[in-house]
């Protein structure tokens, strides 16, 4: 039976079968340019040839049958058994599903552009790249929807979405983000880059860390409080001690005098010497205060370091006790320093006071460092000493070496 002996209704099956073929070998052509695989475009448009001439022979035979209308290349074909249509057609069908499972495959096997963007797609950081006028070139699902949070509006223009990031670091619906952004030039043009990397644990770890490090300072810092008051504790308790010594040997020379016999002069004159003394000693840490003791001590430290302390004005009666303690501790590690490192020979003590502070300045004539001074050893801890009472110490290096510390007066 040839194929013009067939009716209507199955010429018209032959007719879809290979109007198919035309969009599967379309198909084809569409995916092979799009993958640039030129050897793929030759087949395809190969292909296409024979399928697009069999559905115009079918067509041109509905119009005009087998009238001399009709073209030559028709009749012919048209005249031929069904069968050499059928393998015709089934050999055409095999042959595009054979380049499109070449296409799939070159896909699954080989680096594409298709295969990037997949892969990008899947990726949990986002990526974005533009040009200098804000033209998207690429962009991946994640950094759509991280401009959707931020914008509300799709990302069309890349200019406006990296100032909409220019913070670095963002929080978008529950999770942390930190964008960095690279500049580069690929053939000849300006490319602009931005990734969007997500940092929600690395960021909460930081913050616990940041946390842990300030309570170790804070302890660090009470540590060595409690170290620089040792001595001075050391120093209480042991004049506590003598006290209630000569306390108990007053107590014992007052029971010796009941007991002592009021004939016996020369004995009387021995237990009253002792009770002179003792009172003598107790009054004597009474009568002294902590200032005239750590002023007489700080003139005594001058004298043994031979360097000659020039006051300058006398200490400020605004002064509470705890700042004249640390007056006279950075006093004290002002000579030593003075000393040690610049070999000074003088030492000037002078006071400033304004509406809001209270400064007090150490000016020695020793040599200036040729480094800036780091506040270590003594100088850290008369730092900390000075941040608890809200006071500032500082330095001050010009043609002299000056040690500043400043009270604040409402402290």
């Not at 998207?136 to 223009?157: A, D, Q, R």
């Not at 030039?185 to 490090?213: C, F, P, Q, V």
């Not at 009474?286 to 020039?310: C, D, F, G, P, Q």
């Not at 006051?311 to 007056?327: M, N, R, V």
């Amino acid at each position: 039976m040839t194929f013009d002996m067939l009716s209507a209704f199955v010429r018209a099956f032959f007719a879809l079968w290979a109007l198919l073929l035309c969009l599967a070998c379309i198909g084809n052509l569409v995916l092979s340019v799009a993958r640039k695989r030129f050897h793929f475009i030759a087949f395809a448009l190969l292909l296409f040839a024979p399928v697009y001439l069999l559905w115009q022979v079918i067509f041109d035979f509905s119009l005009f049958g087998k009238t001399e209308r009709a073209s030559e290349i028709t009749r012919t074909l048209c005249g031929m058994n069904v069968i050499w249509w059928i393998l015709s057609l089934l050999a055409l069908t095999a042959a595009a599903a054979f380049l499109f499972a070449r296409s799939v495959r070159h896909d699954k096997n080989y680096i594409t552009p298709g295969t990037i963007k997949l892969y990008l797609d899947k990726i949990p950081c986002g990526i974005c790249c533009f040009l200098d006028s804000g033209r998207v070139l690429f962009s991946n699902i994640c950094m759509n929807e991280i401009c959707k949070c931020l914008t509300s509006f799709p990302l069309l223009n890349g200019n406006q979405f990296s100032d909409a990031v220019s913070d670095g670091i963002m929080t978008v619906e529950g999770k942390v983000w930190r964008f960095s952004r690279r500049d580069f030039i690929l053939d000849g043009k300006n490319l602009h880059e931005i990734i969007a990397s997500d940092i929600t644990t690395e960021y909460a770890k930081t913050k616990a860390l940041e946390k842990d490090k300030e309570d170790l300072s804070k302890l660090n810092r009470e540590l060595r409080e409690y170290y620089l008051n040792i001595d001075e504790t050391v120093s209480r308790q042991e004049i506590l001690q003598a006290k209630v010594n000569i306390h108990d040997e007053m107590n014992r020379l007052m029971l010796s005098t009941a007991a002592a016999d009021i004939n016996d002069t020369q004995e009387l004159d021995r237990i009253f010497s002792l009770l002179e003394q003792n009172v003598l000693l107790l009054c004597m840490e009474a009568e002294e205060t902590k200032t005239e003791k750590a002023s007489v001590n700080i003139e005594k430290l001058a004298k043994a370091l031979k360097i000659n302390l020039i006051w300058q004005g006398t200490l400020p009666e605004e002064l509470s006790e705890k700042q004249q303690i640390l007056f006279f501790s950075a006093c004290q590690e002002a000579l030593a320093n003075a000393v040690k490192h610049a070999e000074a020979k003088t030492m000037k003590i002078s006071f400033e006071e304004t509406e809001k502070y209270i400064t007090c300045f150490f000016t020695n004539d020793g040599k200036i460092p040729d480094k800036a001074v780091k506040f270590t050893g003594g100088l850290s801890n008369l730092r900390v000493l000075a941040e608890n009472q809200d006071a500032d110490v500082s330095i001050k290096q010009g043609e002299e070496f000056t040690l500043i510390l400043r009270f604040p007066k409402d402290a």
